[in-house]
């Protein structure tokens, strides 16, 4: 088994009631990311959102851009950008070359067709066009990667003699890792030969099937081996309860608020009928040790390692990303995680 590259995911939320302020939050990220550097994680991913009152980070590549000078060693990528809410997606290839030229070739490009219709609504874009949006983004960009003049006709974007400058660092087009939940989904992310990046909320198990039909529908394909990413989070301390507690104020926050199951569509499986059901909020099982253990890693070093080890073998992972600094979380601790990941977890993966 080939230990998965470790890398780190940033928000840039911020927690009001903790006092926590945007500047704080941003000047910390950029400390985080030079101990990560430092301590040898080998990915930095900005997740995007808009509109939300805890400041969850609207730009990813401006963002990346100054963690790629904070962290010289770390890829840097988005996990994921909404891609339809860029406007003409030449100008999203342009800030994109702009951070991979910045970087020094280190961009990871993850892309999503976004799933809130009130982030939409705040751009003026028709929600119910954004799977358009995005496959003439991902056509656009395919053609802005050769490097050469291009014309594009589409039904909602044209392109007349575009060309693509400064080009990648280098030739031909960066990385590409898209969001695909749904299975119309993953089949685009294998036409455009993407990685499949796969985000926190749903089980490990349900994330193992989506690799595994991932391969066999990009083996009947032709594309060959397609990579992965698994996005967790991930809460060490000496025992499942004391991880627990230190993120208390982080979970309530991210997960009662800005990914409470209304807002992300979640579903358990009825014990009794085995169909799948909406949470809710007030539903026991929801963010208790069962369902945090059916995602997520908490709990003591040499746990996170041999779980993380278990699902490895399954899923047979390039990146495997966390999140060391949640909304709430003092910087202190967030570093003190960093240092436990990579020096008592990484060790005992096997590469």
Known sequence: MTAPDIGITISFQRHEALGETWDRVYAEALELAAEADRLGFRSIWVSEHHGEEDGYCPSPIVAGAALSRAAPNCLIGQGIAIAPLYGHPLRLAEDLAVLDNMSGGRLQIGLGQGYRPEEFAAYGQNYRQRTRAFEEALDILNLAWTGERFDYQGELHQVSGGLLRPAPV???AP???LGAA????RARAIRHRAGLLIAPLIELEHAARQFADYDLNADQAGTGNL??????EVMIADSFEEAVADHAASLDLVYRQQYAPSRTGLTRKDPDTGERVPLTLDDPY???EEFMQERW???APEQIAEKLGRWQERMNLRHFIWQPKPP????????????????EVMPRLVG
Do not use: N, Q
């Not at 990579?227 to 967790?232: D, F, I, N, Q, V």
């Not at 709430?328 to 020096?343: C, D, F, H, I, T």
């Open 170 to 172: 280098s030739p031909g």
């Open 175 to 177: 990385p590409l890792w």
């Open 182 to 185: 749904a299975p119309a989904s």
């Open 227 to 232: 990579p992965h990413a698994l996005m967790r």
């Open 286 to 288: 929801y963010l208790s």
């Open 297 to 299: 890693f908490v709990g």
């Open 328 to 343: 709430g979380l003092p910087l202190a601790k967030a570093v003190r995680s960093l240092e436990r990941m990579a020096k």
